[in-house]
């Protein structure tokens, strides 16, 4: 909830609350535009323990002494048992088609030029592209064109597809 969200002004100093924000510089109205981007959608995808088809959803980590199971609970809130090598985040991007990418695909990034496997990096807390045939890395932030479309296709992924990033 927006009220709760305390930013500090850079030009004053002092900390507000964007709700009762009035707009006295363009250096705070910057701050406050970029607090009401809408919340990111936080979804999974896995391969279902059961019968190897994707499910998508929320993840669930069940522990008990014995042992943990992985879960998605889907849209209509069944639980399915995953395998936890498969479970990849949506993370926040789209392919030109419009439809979402996971960790764990593999695009086509740079104009089609790069073979990438989509991974978080645990270090920047980020999501980034491994270019398969180089060693390097791209920001997944910057995968827009000036239009602000998706520059990206996605071509597979790392568990259904593996020969797609084998150097050859």
């Known amino acids: 909830m927006m009220s709760k969200i305390l930013l500090k002004k850079k030009k004053h100093g002092s900390w507000i609350k964007p709700d009762h924000y009035k707009h ?7 701050i406050l535009m970029h607090t009401r981007r ?9 391969k279902r323990v059961d019968n190897g088809e994707w499910v998508y959803g929320g993840y669930w980590l069940n522990s008990t002494a014995t042992r943990d199971t ?15 090598e498969t479970i990849g985040q949506y993370i926040g991007c789209t392919q030109k088609n ?9 695009v086509l990034a740079g104009y089609g030029q790069h ?3 989509v991974a978080w990096d645990e270090e920047c807390a980020r999501f980034i592209y491994h270019v398969t045939d180089k060693p390097c890395i791209i920001v997944c932030t910057s995968m827009y ?7 990206l296709s996605v071509i597979g992924n790392i568990h259904d597809n593996p020969e797609l990033i084998k150097v050859k």
Do not use: W
């Open 115 to 117: 073979k990438c496997v």
């Open 145 to 151: 064109n000036k239009d602000n479309q998706s520059v």
């Open 24 to 30: 006295c510089c363009s250096v705070c109205e910057t």
């Open 70 to 84: 992985a879960n998605i609970i889907d849209s209509d809130g069944n639980t399915h048992g995953v395998i936890p």
């Open 98 to 106: 419009g439809a979402k990418i996971f960790e764990g695909d593999i």
């Open 38 to 46: 809408e919340i990111r959608e936080i979804l999974f995808r896995a």
